[in-house]
């Protein structure tokens, strides 16, 4: 019904609709494709704790090894961690799927506020959406930039460092000089 009004609101030619659908059923494919591996991977990396041999599900078990291995600082990395993600991931829905249980018990094992961790989770994937595969390609495409995309992956680089690193100083300032707590973290450390 869509594709029938923008046919008569644009006053588009038949030819010009089949251009357009054919361009958009290039561009859904591609992303359905990715979607079709990427929602099992999350669902494998979530549920790997259901297991008959008791073992930690994949996140709990990183969580305890970057806690363990970084320590205090790690709340800096936080937001470039949800970054990598969405980088990788193509979402920053994916991103916050795939993390936010890792940043959570990261910040359980620091003795931290485990919102906050995924805050700053949120935070990084939102930066790292900027130079996502997917987003830039469907961009360039967008805006009749195809094949130059290393060229807007040179320029979305810098807004997402920045964005990074202010989120990282900033989640040091919040857990070490504000203290920032909330009640389950409260009630964690008092277990």
Not at 10 to 22: C, F, L, N
Not at 72 to 95: D, E, H, K, Q, R
Request: aromatic share 10%; proline share 3%.
């Amino acid at each position: 019904m869509v594709v029938l009004i923008t046919y008569f609101l644009h006053k588009m030619k038949p030819q010009e609709m089949t251009r357009a659908i054919g361009e958009s059923s290039k561009t859904l494919i591609g992303a359905g494709f990715v979607l079709i591996f990427t929602i099992p991977m999350v669902r494998i990396l979530i549920n790997s704790g259901v297991n008959d041999l008791g073992y930690s599900s994949m996140p709990i078990a990183m969580a305890e090894w970057v806690a363990n291995t970084m320590g205090w600082i790690y709340p800096a990395f936080a937001a470039s961690v949800g970054a990598l993600g969405a980088f990788i991931a193509g979402s920053n829905t994916v991103s916050n799927m795939m993390l936010s249980q890792f940043q959570f018990s990261t910040a359980t094992n620091l003795g931290l506020t485990g919102s906050a961790m995924v805050a700053l989770q949120a935070v990084g994937a939102a930066a790292g959406n900027m130079i996502a595969i997917h987003n830039v390609v469907a961009a360039s495409a967008t805006v009749g930039m195809l094949g130059r995309e290393g060229y807007i992956l040179r320029k979305t680089i810098l807004p997402t460092l920045y964005y990074v690193i202010f989120a990282g100083i900033i989640g040091l300032i919040m857990f070490y000089w504000m203290d920032i707590t909330d009640a389950l973290t409260i009630y964690l450390n008092t277990l």
